[in-house]
């Protein structure tokens, strides 16, 4: 579970460096925006390999049973995340009621996917790499409002961003419930 552990840390860690401006804003300074871009996003792709590679061995190695979620908790999980998908697919920068309402669309997705995930997964590796991107997005999400960052805008009407939001959300959606057993090697609907 080492490297697993050393994924989360990599990818997490980089991910937070935007939370702390003045040194964020210190490293550009120094070796400039391009060079630090390129930097952030091989970090960023080397923890997420970590990540991959380290939960692929943990299975491999034999699942640590913390508890075992009960059969209906799958279909909450499922709905869960088309609500998460929904949330993703608001990232784009056109305001929407939606949008608005969810004020830091990517950071509602990877809560609720984050959590989502910790309801069904009662093994030791799933609950540390659900529970720590949940801990992350909480947190993230504490220093956004610290900085006084509110998100985006608040609209009063249903719009066509939010329509497409919904639509392209419902399309991932079922495109990750038909690829979860090619991608992630779990059957999302069926035993």
Sequence with gaps: MLVLVLGI???LGIHSLPMFHETRAQLIERFGLGPFKAVYSLVALIGFGLIVWGFHLYREEGMIVVWTPPDWMRHVTIL???FAFVALAC???????IRGWLRHPMLVA????ALAHLLINGDAGGM???GSFLAWA???RIALKNRGDLGAPRIKSFIGADALALGLGTVGYVAM????PILIGVSVIGS
């Design 138 to 140: 909480v947190f993230d």
């Design 177 to 180: 419930i038909m690829l979860h």
């Design 110 to 113: 990877i809560k609720i996917w």
């Design 9 to 11: 840390v990599v990818f």
């Design 91 to 97: 990232m784009n920068p056109s305001p929407s009621l």
């Design 128 to 130: 540390l790499l659900f």
């Design 80 to 82: 869960l995340m088309w």
